[in-house]
């Protein structure tokens, strides 16, 4: 497959009336309302669902989904690329029927659910008629998935879950959750744990408290008790001890996403820096003409080609081999590096700014707290620098020798 980086015109116009849309219709949302989340809030009634209408009217709907669910089948490539103006506002992804985590609780859906289970839980979902919460992380640690303990036991057709789970975003909207429980705890370290759909109003489950994120209008992650709550035998998803197989499904293609709509992000932080280095004068001269700001203009420029192209690649890649194992170490590159792209954008934006970018009036305090949230949710930075070394260290082998080959030869050297 040839390297092209142009989009195809007949995409460009759908990527140009999106950019309208979201610029014009959706970010205002962003100040007017509360959690994206809350579907069921009379505001969010009145204001997202008609531009979720216009969205498919426009045939824009979920493209994520295949055609059999009614999506587009986009690739990865265009997917990215409409991310990358969905992300300007923190209600695009929920305007077009893409929002986390329902778009990878839906794959889970589509790839292991009965029909049953795809008729109550997963046309629902697409339809953003419910939304959903995927409960994987626990309380004494979220890094190391093998120190879970929340279980289920089998009991005659059911399976009993016990335990607390711990950032459960969303969950007190949800219609049902999808928890990862240890369903065999002497098997090898990741056969243990088996994948669950919990409908919400199952008896035994209890919110003990929902915490918030600076920069987040609501208190949306849930710290979640699990006291015996029974579900059918079919509702586990793939089989069992299979949970880290089915946990994949959901990944590869939500951190591209992510990674996009970070980089529109990190895009407006640039634009806001540009005019406010044109607009300020200082010792008669525009901030734009000082050395340290075009510096700071010059980096943060660079850092964003260089993050576009990163995923874009990795959008290319995982479109032309179809497997998202093969393209692991760009992913865990992605990343890894999509909160400091935002921090670092967003700290020059301030202080470009002034004492008006550090206040409330602007968000550049919300999009720094968002470069935090983005280096710990969906697994920290580290553990995923962990995954880009690793891959990159199996390209080499160690040398016997003492010193490396390419060593200079200082009677050469020398002379
Ligand atoms: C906004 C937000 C939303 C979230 N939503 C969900 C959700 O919906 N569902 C869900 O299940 N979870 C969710 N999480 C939880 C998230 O997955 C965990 O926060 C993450 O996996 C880290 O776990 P932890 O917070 O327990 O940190 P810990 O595991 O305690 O790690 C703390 C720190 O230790 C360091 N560290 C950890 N491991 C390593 C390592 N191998 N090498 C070097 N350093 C390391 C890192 O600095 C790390 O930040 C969410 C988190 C956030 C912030």
Redesign the pocket.
Known sequence: MAWSFETEPAFQVELDWISGFVREKVEPLDELLGSQWNIHDPAFVEHVRPLQQQVRERGLWACHLGPHLGGKGYGQLKLALMNEQLGRSRFGPIVFGTQP?DTGNAEILAHYGTDAQKARFLEPLLANDIVS????????????PLVFRCTAMPIGDEWLITGE??????ARYAAFYIV?AVTDPDAPPYRRMSMFIVPADTPGITILRNYG?HG?PDDD?AHVRFEGVSVPAENMLGGRGDAFVVAQVRLGGGRLHHAMRTLALATRAFDLMCERALSRFTKGERLADKQMVQEKIADSWVELRQFRLLVLETAWLADRSKDWNAVRQNIAAVKAVMPKVLHDISARALQIHGSLGLSTAMPFTDWLNHS??L?????????HK?TVAREALKGFCATDAMFPAAMRDVSVAGR
């Open positions: 985590p919460c995927f409960a994987m992380t626990e309380p004494q640690g979220g890094a190391d789970k711990w950032f459960a975003s969303n990862m994120c987040e992650h935090y949230l280096g710990l949710a969906d697994g920290p930075t580290e553990v962990v």
